[in-house]
């Protein structure tokens, strides 16, 4: 049976994240990711919550930023996190959310100056080398840490996942990550099975495999008319077709820059109703999960064969028939 996790923004009050975890556990799922924010609710906190009502769910970050949390931090935060669930919780780990990161100071681009693989790559360094114990020294050209040790051992073995759309840094995750987290919610069958191929490079010239992880919007509804919708008028998936997916990865799908010229100038103009009247249909089946529930499965089997070990549902709109709809127990995927 193929492991199906589901995933979710910070937008939920931490408690009612606690029941959606207990029943993402009842109905199956491996696991809950949980996106990190600068300005909603704090993923740490998120996690704890699940893993508290959870008895064998595993729960990660997908993913906290390499910016406001120094690597001592993250990896006490984590051990911590590791010792309450028995070994159950995930660090996913990336380099930060480009259009927010910027607004506390900290530049994405120009990448030759900002050197991002540099810094997961000393922040994945100071990780390993604090949980694997003893007296931690190391110089880099982002963190510092002198003649530090954890205070108390570590019991389980802590998942690091890396999370990226670079295919550099996918490389750096099949080479020295335990999981690597393809998409952050939106990506096409083919652009997903480009990241696959720059993870296995790296698995490839390590002789290793790891898994593979990836969020899909997912909406599904009795009406699956409301369920297309549902995304057709989600703020990210907007957002996200208007300034972050190229349009040349549509193009298979009948999508092309002059189709999503008017939605982009009705996004630039801040008119969102807008915006979302004139989403195209076929970037949602392009980007999406939905339609019924067979459907559904259907779409996700085509990450899988692409090499996605874990797809993340991430559902919205009817959230609850989705979590239900798609639940890996009683079904034989």
């Not at 295919?167 to 096409?188: C, N, V």
């Not at 008017?262 to 009247?277: F, Q, S, T, V």
């Not at 709809?325 to 079904?331: F, L, S, Y």
Request: with cysteine; charged share 25%; net charge positive.
């Amino acid at each position: 049976m193929m492991k199906l996790a589901v995933g979710f923004n910070p937008v939920l009050p931490a408690a009612e994240l606690a029941k959606v975890a207990a029943k993402s556990e009842s109905s199956g799922y491996d696991s809950i990711f949980m996106h990190e924010s600068l300005y909603q609710r704090d993923v740490v906190t998120y996690l704890s919550c699940a893993l508290n009502a959870t008895h064998t769910l595993k729960a990660g970050s997908g993913a906290v930023n390499t910016f406001t949390r120094h690597p001592v931090t993250l990896a006490t935060t984590f051990a911590s996190l590791s010792e309450l669930s028995g070994g159950r919780a995930i660090l996913g780990l990336g380099l930060g959310s480009f259009p927010t990161i910027p607004l506390i100071g900290h530049g994405i681009f120009p990448v030759k100056e900002t050197r991002p693989l540099k810094r997961i790559k000393e922040y994945v360094h100071l990780l390993r080398a604090l949980w694997a114990g003893g007296k931690v020294n190391f110089s880099g050209d982002f963190f510092t840490v002198k003649d530090l040790e954890l205070g108390f051992k570590l019991t389980y073995k802590i998942p690091l996942y890396v999370a990226s759309l670079s295919p550099m840094t996918l490389r750096f995750a099949g080479e020295k990550a335990d999981g690597a987290i393809l998409s952050p919610t939106l990506s096409t069958v083919e652009g997903t099975e480009r990241m696959v191929s720059s993870v296995r490079e790296g698995e490839e010239s390590s002789n290793r495999s790891i898994p593979k992880a990836s969020y899909m919007m997912t909406s599904l509804d009795r009406d699956i008319k409301q369920a297309r919708e549902a995304i057709r008028g989600f703020y990210f998936f907007i957002y996200q077709l208007s300034e972050v997916v190229p349009a040349v990865a549509l193009e298979k799908y009948g999508v092309r820059e002059e189709t999503l010229k008017p939605m982009k100038e009705a996004w630039k103009r801040g008119d969102i109703a807008e915006a979302k009247r004139r989403v195209p249909d076929a970037a949602i089946d392009a980007l999406a999960i939905t339609g019924n529930p067979d459907q559904a499965m259907e779409r996700v089997r085509e990450y899988v064969k692409v090499g996605v070990d874990l797809p993340i549902l991430m559902p919205i709109g009817n959230v609850e028939y989705a979590m239900e709809a798609m639940a890996p127990i009683g079904k034989t995927v």
